[in-house]
């Protein structure tokens, strides 16, 4: 069964770190393009960075020099480490993994950015 597990929020003050990990199960993640995507209530879902199958990266302009994603394809695990965060990153944070048979969610996890 293809399954995305999300894990790492949590509360955290301004100026303050998370790594945000996304286990895949029943696939292996080297072969698709692999994001993270995050929501608060009343907007939409939106891009916050992005690895492709090739190691390419693309990041949100909000985040950029912040927040770096990686894979670890051992480990079947890609991470988001958030660094200098804000109170604007207070945000339910979605895992996402995309190729042509494949269009798969996690379940989501919490980020809050407060002091």
């Known amino acids: 069964q293809v399954q995305l597990v999300e894990s790492g929020g949590g509360l955290v003050q301004p100026g303050g770190s998370l790594r945000l990990s996304c286990a895949g199960s029943g696939f292996s993640l080297s072969s698709y393009t692999m994001s993270w995507y995050r929501q608060t209530p009343g907007k939409e879902r939106e891009l916050v960075a992005r690895?492709?199958?090739?190691?390419?990266?693309n990041y949100a302009d909000s985040v950029k020099g912040r927040f770096t994603i990686s894979r670890d394809n051992g480990k079947n695990t890609v991470y988001l480490q958030m660094n200098s965060l804000k109170p604007d990153d207070t945000a339910v944070y979605y895992c996402n993994a995309k190729g042509i048979w494949l269009d798969k969610w996690g379940q989501g996890t919490q980020v809050t950015v407060s002091s």
């Open positions: 690895i492709t199958s090739a190691d390419n990266t």
